[in-house]
Structures are given as structure tokens and as C-alpha cells.
């Protein structure tokens, strides 16, 4: 289905425990090529050793999905309350961060953990005043 928009979840569900990458970094290649596809980038704490992961363990698997996608086309997910069963929210969080290209500029956090999600699914955003109180 070439006109799908859809967004990718959980990085396709890669095999992180067993750092395995064929035949999911083929898959997330060739669906990167559409560009009304996105990936979220979630669900990876809980595809990992559940007791002994290293952020670096997501290394790979996060840097592949930005090369093929671009930072303009990735969704931040933590998967909370399932994440739990693996890490906290923070760690979860920190993950990413930690994996990300290095000097991403402050726009492309901000795409990365909203804008982009925000773009996908068309939401109306509502901006607050501050008030002092």
C-alpha cells in the first residue's frame, strides 16, 4: 500500500536481546522509503535483556532508524507504563537522549519529542499564557 500513512511502532520490534539486526535493518530501510511512514522510537527497553541492558545495547538500532527515516520522521514513545517492566520513565527517556547524533540543535529535540508527533497525527496544539500565578 504505497499511499499508507502510518507510523512504525516500537522500531519495528527488533530483537535487542540478542543484538540481531537482519532482517529488521533491511525491513526499516526499505519502509523508510516512503515518506508519509514514521517510526516511533519506543518499545525498546522491554525488547532488550529486561535485567541487564546498557544504553548502549540501543546504540545501533536507534541510529539506523534516524539514518533511514531522518529526525523529521521519528517519534519519541516511552511505551509507560509497559517500559516499567524493564526501566523507569527517566532511564527510558535517557536512552534516547544518550543514542541520539551528538549537536542535535534544540528544534530537532523539540521534533524528536513532539513536533514531529504533533505533524503525524495533526493535532491542534494549545498555547498557554503565561500568567504569573
Known sequence: MPNLHAVIDHIGKPQISHQETSPWQEWVTEVAQYPQMYCKLSGMVTEANVAAWVESDFNFYIKHVIHAFGLNRVIFGSDW??????????????????????????????DVFGNNAIRFYQLETTHFIETGV
Do not use: G, H
Not at 509497559?82 to 529535540?109: F, G, H, K, R, W
Open 81 to 110: 507504563p509497559v517500559c516499567l517492566l524493564a526501566a523507569s520513565y527517566d532511564q527510558a527517556v535517557s536512552i534516547l537522549l544518550n543514542n541520539l547524533p551528538e549537536a542535535l540543535t534544540e528544534q530537532e529535540l523539540d
